[in-house]
């Protein structure tokens, strides 16, 4: 089982819908970030949030807003998504920021966008 | 741009055989982490390496990292159908303040191992 909980496991939105993706963790972590993952592909950095504020957006288009209410959530607001956003969503946390430090992943959301 | 090539990006081969997964940079990296991500899960660390010439094992998992801290390779021997899955090499994402936020990754393995 996996210490970072990401809630909805699967996800099938319209274009004009807004949702939310949701990441918990209570391992007292304080960062956390958010990936982007297309099929037979690795990883794509998103956001990185440190102590709950927002420290790197890698130009992510705004239809993806994030948010990080307190050290242990970490939600992704979605907004009038295309359907090349479709992909598996992965929330991760690590005790703080720092190349050495392990990252602990979520199993991910998986996001259509029909 | 801190790019890690890896290779190869599929592998298989048949249980008992012994495999080597390589991953290279131009660019110098503080470390490198090795993951391993199965169907329907997110990935899941193996090990760090911090030290250039470091040797890590993990059982039958042999991690080394280059002299000049730009490459790694992860050695299976006697693969195991268990071995099946994505192999991620991974190193911090530098930015221009220094700092280290995120992690840029490879392009994976996909390894099989046939029984």
């Known amino acids: 089982d996996t210490e970072v909980t990401q809630t909805p496991k699967h996800l099938v939105m319209g274009m004009t819908n807004k949702k939310s993706l949701k990441c918990e963790q209570h391992m007292g972590h304080r960062a956390m970030y958010w990936y982007k993952q297309k099929a037979k592909k690795p990883p794509e950095l998103m956001f990185v949030?440190?102590?709950?504020?927002?420290?790197i957006n890698e130009s992510v288009p705004s239809r993806f807003s994030p948010e990080c209410p307190n050290s242990s959530l970490l939600n992704l607001h979605l907004h009038a998504l295309q359907p090349e956003d479709s992909a598996l969503y992965l929330c991760?946390?690590?005790?703080?920021?720092?190349?050495?430090?392990?990252?602990?992943f979520g199993d991910g959301t998986r996001l259509s966008i029909l | 741009t801190q790019l890690l090539e890896q290779s190869p990006q599929f592998l298989s081969i048949q249980e008992g055989e012994n495999l080597t997964v390589y991953c290279n940079s131009s660019s110098v990296f503080s470390s490198l982490q090795w993951y391993r991500q199965e169907p329907g899960e997110g990935p899941v660390l193996l090990v760090t390496?911090?030290?250039?010439?470091e040797v890590k094992k993990l059982k039958r998992l042999t991690f080394q990292f280059g002299d000049a801290r730009k490459d790694s390779s992860l050695h299976i021997t006697a693969a195991q159908t268990g071995d099946t899955g994505l192999y991620l090499c991974?190193?911090?994402?530098?930015?221009?303040?220094?700092?280290?936020?995120?992690?840029?990754f490879g392009k994976g393995t996909h390894l099989i191992i046939q029984p």
């Open positions: 390496v911090v030290t250039g010439g």
């Open positions: 991974a190193g911090p994402l530098m930015y221009s303040g220094g700092g280290a936020d995120g992690l840029t």
């Open positions: 991760a946390s690590s005790q703080d920021l720092g190349g050495t430090r392990p990252q602990h």
């Open positions: 949030y440190s102590y709950e504020k927002l420290s």
